[in-house]
């Protein structure tokens, strides 16, 4: 019997920071929940990554080019990889109006939430009232 997969949001600075970073924490610690894991998303992610990588230089080069990230976004969601929802409940737990997508998709699917952002990782007593289980990159690598 094929065990159900455990879901999980992914805070888009922690795919920011695998795309700075290729052999950084945050980009190790994103090769376990493809595997492992089925990852929501707010639809505002796709739009975060794309206007994070049409600005912004990595190293000498510019950032990865954003028709190529929507691109594989798309083809991420097609395939079942990504899945993107919208919350159908808002809860307003984050100071960032921005990360309360992330936080709300968690708490409406019980998933788990990956963040770097320190606002959403100091609420992770609150969020475990909720059936949330916040991780760090860092933390998640630790887990077995």
Do not use: W
Request: proline share 5%.
């Amino acid at each position: 019997m094929q065990q159900k997969k455990k879901q999980i949001v992914l805070d888009a600075n922690v795919v920011i920071s695998a795309i700075i970073k290729p052999r950084g924490t945050a980009s190790k610690a994103l090769e376990k929940p493809m595997r492992a894991s089925s990852i929501l998303e707010p639809p505002r992610f796709a739009a975060e990554l794309i206007e994070f990588t049409s600005r912004v230089e990595i190293g000498n080069k510019k950032a990865l080019d954003p028709s190529r990230v929507s691109r594989l976004l798309k083809m991420m969601a097609r395939s079942g990889v990504i899945k993107f929802a919208t919350p159908a409940k808002k809860h307003h737990l984050c100071r960032d109006e921005k990360d309360n997508d992330c936080v709300d998709l968690a708490i409406e699917y019980c998933a788990v939430l990956l963040s770097g952002d320190a606002d959403i990782l100091s609420l992770k007593e609150t969020l475990l009232s909720h059936s949330v289980t916040v991780l760090s990159p860092g933390e998640l690598l630790e887990e077995a």
